[in-house]
């Protein structure tokens, strides 16, 4: 056999094994996807509800989510992360002084803007040093949003519900996103954007509520749920576990949430994926703020794999969940050699045909035809199928047709995720892990703000305080967590250059 021939078919067995793989990974979500079933919900009063909202140049947008959050959420205490804005953010929330349930972490340059991570971490103190001592911290829930999204109003009870936080052994747990523009109509912004971007948020849509949601579904079966950035809800005293073992809950990787659901898996805990809620985040409607976010994921991703050999080596984490683990931080490597591999396949197919006598026509005579089979069940199908998926089981107002061009356009739309992966791999190699906030269409380009000056008084650093023993959420009943009268009316909280809070009264 000549070197030709030899490499010829090395080529063709790598793209056969590549499309396979891929193939049997989609079938096997898809199926359990199908079959996942759905909880009934539960009573939220037992739970003492937190929410933590970072800001960066938020002004345009934190307003109305704080209002929501109040309206929606009657017994729900907001903590906004002010990680040094430059928009009139930190005048926004000033609007909230007077709401006691609103309390308000300023993060002051150089230790400002050191990642989302180090945002949460800041809101993660100030509430261990909000809450009482005594304070039952399996039963306080730490949940994440984005500054511009709507939680569904229903979120507490559904998790609350028996398969979620009424279990006590979950610890954390991750709702379903989906895109604000798609949301219900009272959620939706009102912005005016063109037809290529309302494709563009069609197919986010798509992408979290159908394939990403199908790989929770195998997730919850392998019991390896990962955290999102936004939607996620953890108990404290789990958050405080990984906190006594590495320092803090949240770490420097730029996927900071799937670390996060990496160490509470690390740490013995359980993770699950709520399908009856929902978070609403502001899809990108721009092609280059969406490579830019992919891009971001994908370095995440990359980051993630120093966590393999931990992973395999756990005794907390069972077989199907270490496999499920490595296949998702081998992903971005293992398309970084799909792409040069189809892209050889492409150059030798071109050879060919202009190497055959007659030229294309006699290539295709000669057995040609068969290839544009292949890319259709290989290529396009696994992608087109979801959305029939999405049809069925999120949006059953789209008609058959539109549902297979909106399939169709999402692989293509999948080839944004394969360039987002040589950059990331190109940042990687060069080192760079700084990150700029993508900018929304609807910000204004407007100075900061001046801010009503208020009082500091200084609070002292309290040694760390071991949680108490973890109860069963059935044995007292339900209860609600209150802070300490003295506490009843603190607001603003800042962090100074030694990252320890100083609490500020507002004085009415």
């Given amino acids: 056999m000549s070197t030709e021939t030899q490499s010829l078919a090395l080529l063709n067995t790598a793209a056969f094994l590549l499309c396979v793989s891929f193939c049997a990974y989609v079938l096997s979500i ?118 511009d999204s709507r939680l569904d109003p229903q979120g507490p009870v559904a998790l609350a519900g028996r398969q979620y936080f009424g279990a006590e052994e979950v610890g954390a747990v991750q709702v379903e996103v989906r895109m604000l523009q798609c949301a219900p109509r009272r959620y939706a912004p009102t912005t005016e954007v063109s037809g290529w971007g309302r494709l563009l948020i069609r197919l986010q849509d798509m992408e979290f509520r159908a394939p990403i949601a199908a790989m929770q579904s195998l997730r919850r079966r392998t019991g390896s749920v990962a955290m999102g950035g936004n939607g996620q809800f953890t108990r404290l005293s789990l ?8 320092g803090t809950p949240w770490h420097g990787a730029l996927l900071e949430d799937f670390e ?99 030229g294309l026509s006699g290539w295709w005579s000669s057995g040609g035809w068969g290839v544009p089979p292949l890319v259709l069940v290989f290529g396009i199908g696994p992608f087109a199928l979801w959305g029939i998926v999405y049809r069925s089981r999120c ?55 001046p801010v009503r000056a208020i009082g500091r008084v200084s609070v002292p650093a309290q040694p760390r305080r071991t949680p108490p023993p973890r109860r069963s959420g059935h044995a007292d009943g339900p209860r609600s967590i209150r802070p300490p009268r003295h506490l009843t009316h603190l607001t603003h909280l800042t962090t100074p250059t030694t990252d320890r809070p100083t609490i500020a009264h507002v004085r009415k």
Avoid at 239 to 246: G, R, S
Wanted: aromatic residues 8%.
């Fill in 395 to 449: 949006e059953p107002q789209l008609s058959v047709t539109k549902a297979l061009l909106l399939g169709v356009c999402h692989w293509l739309y999948s080839y944004a995720q394969s360039l987002a992966v040589w950059l990331a791999f190109a940042r990687m190699v060069t080192a760079r892990t700084d990150w700029q906030k993508t900018a929304r269409a609807a910000d204004p380009p407007a100075p900061a703000a």
């Fill in 260 to 358: 996060l659901g990496l160490h509470i898996l690390l740490a013995g805990g359980h993770t699950e994926y709520c399908s009856e809620s929902w978070v609403a985040q502001e899809a990108l409607t721009r092609i280059g703020p969406l490579v830019r976010q992919r891009t971001r994921w994908a370095q995440g991703s990359m980051q993630c794999g120093r966590y393999l050999g931990r992973v395999l080596r756990s005794p907390r984490i069972r077989n199907s969940a270490t496999l499920e683990i490595a296949h998702f931080l081998a992903a971005p490597w293992t398309q970084l050699l799909g792409t040069p591999v189809y892209v050889a396949c492409l150059v030798v197919m071109s050879y060919y045909i202009d190497n055959t006598s007659g």
């Fill in 30 to 147: 898809l199926v359990f996807h199908l079959k996942s079933r759905r909880s009934r919900g539960g009573s939220p009063d037992g739970f003492d509800w937190h929410i933590i909202v970072p800001c960066r140049n938020e002004a345009s947008v934190i307003g109305d989510t704080v209002r929501r959050l109040l309206t929606d959420f009657p017994h729900v205490t907001v903590w906004c992360v002010d990680d040094a804005s430059e928009d009139g953010t930190l005048a926004a929330l000033a609007a909230f002084t007077d709401q006691p349930r609103v309390h308000v972490i300023r993060r002051q340059l150089p230790d400002a803007r050191q990642g989302k991570g180090a945002a949460l971490n800041a809101a993660w103190r100030a509430i261990e040093q909000w809450l009482p001592a005594n304070a039952d911290r399996t039963r306080v829930i730490v949940g994440v949003l984005d500054a």
């Fill in 239 to 246: 958050l405080n576990e990984i906190a006594d073992e590495h």
